[in-house]
């Protein structure tokens, strides 16, 4: 469950871990191609005023394309989130250290940091299919991890 109800909060820390199917709507229009269920794992606590903490990882695949050859390749995604900090004061509202609260909201939803966290690091994910992938020929797109191409090496200065 991502969505916990503040009264339970107010009793103590909750944990959070469940597991979301790709379909769910948590990941709509990110436009990730995810491969199976995204783990989640967590607690999330009250630490002040209309403030709740939320400390946890998850754990999804992505499906892409190595950058440099195009073949596809499963990228696993792994975020670790120190301090997701949830508020409800008014101050926070602007401040993108925060995720937004509203002043009599019923439940905090985990899911928001989730979405955000997964985006922000599959798109930071650097892929390749191998770390020494030789990519594609510039001028004749042949593959060039199977072997050199017909074309001719750039001349080289004398
Ligand atoms: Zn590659
Ligand atoms: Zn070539």
Redesign the pocket.
């Known amino acids: 469950m991502l969505r916990v109800d503040i009264r339970d909060l107010n009793r103590g820390p909750v944990r959070t871990v469940t597991e979301l199917s790709p379909e769910d709507p948590t990941f709509e229009g990110l436009g990730l191609r995810l491969v199976g269920p995204v783990t989640i794992q967590g607690q999330l606590q009250a630490t002040g005023e209309g403030e709740y903490l939320w400390r946890g990882d998850l754990h999804a695949a992505v499906r892409g394309e190595?950058?440099?050859?195009?073949?596809e390749?499963i990228d696993e995604v792994d975020v670790e989130v120190a301090a997701a900090v949830f508020s409800s004061n008014p101050d926070a509202a602007d401040d993108p250290d925060f995720y937004p609260l509203a002043e009599r909201a019923a439940a905090v939803d985990v899911g928001a940091v989730v979405r955000e966290e997964l985006a922000l690091a599959a798109q930071a994910h650097l892929l390749?299919?191998?770390d020494d992938?030789?990519?594609l020929c510039p001028n004749c797109g042949a593959?060039l991890?199977a072997g050199p191409c017909d074309c001719r090496p750039p001349a080289e200065p004398v």
């Open positions: 190595c950058r440099r050859c195009l073949i390749v390749l299919c191998r992938c030789a990519g593959d991890n």
